[in-house]
């Protein structure tokens, strides 16, 4: 007769449980997970009595299914969650940047965050996140000796595991100066949306990295002078591309459907797109999509 050493076993886990929350040492995302996900304990009570003693395995199968039943119940819990917007917390930063300035980097790495960036008259930069407390934004400024300004922004989770009612999406509005050129304006984001507008902005380099949602980007209108480059590409979403009058494109498409009037661009073999009528292109970009590639 095989022993059933389940019971005793999820008693110990039960009762280790009880003993650590009454000495204070679980985290309170710990106990808020454990009491949404104990109906569990019914559900393996009741397969064990079913399957014991007719399946082999029989309690490694339990043990299994209930691991994975806790697994997707926080999984499914916190995806929710994540995708609600919070307005819990707030962090504004202004950075004027001084006349030894000569040209600015901007970086952002972000998580679940819609993020619209918008040019701003002057010569400066700020940022205005609005999200969840479990997160933090932070902001870092310095300036080089030949006058470079960089800038960087960065949203993180101190917390190893998050309230699962506090955790959510957070928005950020970003002004960046059109009185100064942008060297490098780098965007990485877990997931969210992008809408960027350079409309009036000089910007040299630009790359965004999306895990999901989608992109709108309005590229600039630079001078004769000016070329842009970059990568800009959504794993999870459609990217759409306005391009002003007069500047002239040429855009790899690695990924997506590309979508374009066919008076206005070629569509070449390695799905390389450009704008028709020339061989001279003042922004060269790469861009992907899971969805469709839209040029306007």
């Known amino acids: 007769m095989r022993s059933n050493w ?15 929350q009454a000495a204070g040492i679980l985290s309170a ?12 304990l019914l559900v393996i009570g009741g397969l064990s009595a079913i399957i014991s003693g007719r399946v082999r395995y029989a309690n490694l199968i339990v043990l299994a299914v209930g691991v994975v039943l806790t697994a997707g119940v926080v999984v499914v819990a916190y995806n929710q969650q994540a995708g ?16 030894s300035a000569k040209s600015v980097r901007i970086s952002l790495a972000l998580l679940l965050t819609q993020i619209t960036v918008e040019p701003a008259d002057g010569r400066s930069i700020s940022a205005e996140f609005v999200g969840s407390t479990e ?20 949203e993180t989770r101190p917390a190893a595991i998050p309230l699962l009612d506090r955790i ?8 960046v100066p059109v009185g100064l050129p942008i060297d490098d304006l780098t965007l990485k984001n877990s997931g969210g949306a992008v809408t960027l507008d350079a409309n009036g902005a000089t910007v040299r380099n630009l790359n965004i990295a999306l895990g999901s949602g989608d992109i709108v980007l309005m590229l600039p209108t630079l001078a004769a002078q000016d070329a842009l480059g ?10 759409t591309i306005s391009v002003p009058t007069g500047l002239s494109l040429k855009l790899t498409v690695d990924s997506g459907r590309p979508v374009f009037n066919a008076a206005d661009y070629l569509l070449l073999s ?14 060269v970009l790469a861009a992907g999509a899971s969805g469709t590639v839209t040029l306007k």
């Open 6 to 20: 389940l019971w005793p076993l999820l008693l110990l886990v039960v009762a280790g449980y009880f003993g650590l």
């Open 29 to 40: 995302p710990v106990i808020d997970l454990s009491g949404r996900a104990w109906p569990i």
């Open 84 to 99: 609600q917007l919070r307005t819990d917390y707030h962090q504004n930063f202004t950075q004027a940047l001084p006349d």
């Open 135 to 154: 997160s933090r934004f932070t902001s870092n400024y310095h300036i080089d000796g030949s006058g470079v300004a960089t800038v960087t922004f960065t």
């Open 168 to 175: 959510g999406r957070g928005t950020l509005t970003l002004h």
């Open 230 to 239: 970059g990568s800009i590409h959504t794993s999870g979403g459609d990217l």
């Open 270 to 283: 390695g799905g390389v797109l450009q704008s028709a009528g020339t061989r001279d292109f003042q922004a």
